[in-house]
């Protein structure tokens, strides 16, 4: 019997690209490195070198979300969303994993678009550079 222990509403769109974040964009952004997102939350890592947000933080993050489009093309758009912080994992001594819950969600769910039903070959095609 195979047990699913998976609690998500929303599928994920792993990806790794860089994210910026502060407590609020008046102050330094630091860099960290998109996990994954979802319509309502992201995740991405941070160095351990006091710059990583605490758990329950308020912060403000910019990055970019591929949005695929109906003629198997995609973009890179741009977005600001602020949130909280709500889960921290130690990946080693460097670094985090920092998960976020976004007070505005993205205007699409990134993890559910038209590409994850195209075949292979399409999907391939796609994402040649």
């Not at 490195?33 to 947000?53: E, H, K, L, R, V």
């Amino acid at each position: 019997m195979v047990m699913n222990n998976e609690r998500r509403a929303e599928q994920r769109l792993r990806y790794h690209w860089p994210i910026w974040f502060a407590e609020n964009f008046n102050g330094e952004l630091t860099q960290g490195q998109m996990i994954d997102i979802s319509s309502i939350g992201a995740a991405f890592t941070c160095y351990n070198d006091g710059s990583c947000p605490y758990s329950g933080q308020h912060v403000t993050a910019r990055f970019s979300v591929p949005h695929y489009g109906p003629d198997d093309s995609f973009d890179m758009e741009d977005y600001i969303r602020s949130g909280y912080v709500y889960r921290i994992d130690d990946i080693n001594r460097f670094s985090r994993r920092i998960a976020i819950k976004f007070t505005n969600p993205l205007p699409f769910k990134p993890g559910e678009q038209d590409i994850f039903a195209l075949d292979n070959s399409k999907k391939f095609r796609c994402l040649t550079v």
